[in-house]
C-alpha cells in the first residue's frame, strides 16, 4: 500500500475513534448532591443492612460503585415500609434526606423525614458526584421490602437476584 494511502486510512481511523469518544461523553453528565451525614442508631437494622451487603457482595453482578438506597415510606402515624436496593446514579431531581457508610459502601437515604428510631443527623456534609446516562439504564437489583409498626422491624417481602 503506498504511504499516502496508509496515513490516509489512519486519519480515517482516528477521526472514527474520535467521534465515537465525542458520542459516548455526549451521552452522560455529572450530578453532583450535597448530603449531610447521618448515623445508624437503630442496631437492629444495621445488621440487616450489613447482612444484606454481604450477601449481595457475593454476587459476581455486584459493583462496588453501586449506591445502596434506604427509601422510608410513611403509610400510618407509627408505621412505614422500608425499601433497600441498589443504583447507580443519584438522582438530579430526588431529594436525599442524607448518606452514611458501611465499610466503604455508600448509603443514601430518602424519605418524609429522618427517621428518629434509626438514624440521628450530623452536621458534616459530603458531596458526591456520579456520572448520569442521558438515557437511563435498564438496571435490576435485588430488593428488600421491610416494615417498621410499634418498634417493630419485620420483612414484608424480598425480591433477591439469583447469585452465581
Known sequence: MK???SK???LAALLLIGKNNLLIAQDTYNVTKTLKKINIVNIEFE???DSLLKKEQQCSYYKESLIWSVSFTQLKDDEYAISITMQTELSEQYKYLGYFHIGKVLFVLSGP????DFFTECSTKQKFTTKN???????????????????TLFLRESFPLPCD
Open 3 to 5: 504511504p499516502f494511502f
Open 133 to 151: 446516562m442521558k438515557m437511563p439504564q435498564i438496571e435490576d437489583y435485588s430488593t428488600w421490602l421491610y416494615g417498621y409498626k410499634g418498634k
Open 8 to 10: 490516509l486510512i489512519l
Open 47 to 49: 445488621a440487616i443492612l
Open 113 to 116: 423525614h429522618i427517621h428518629k
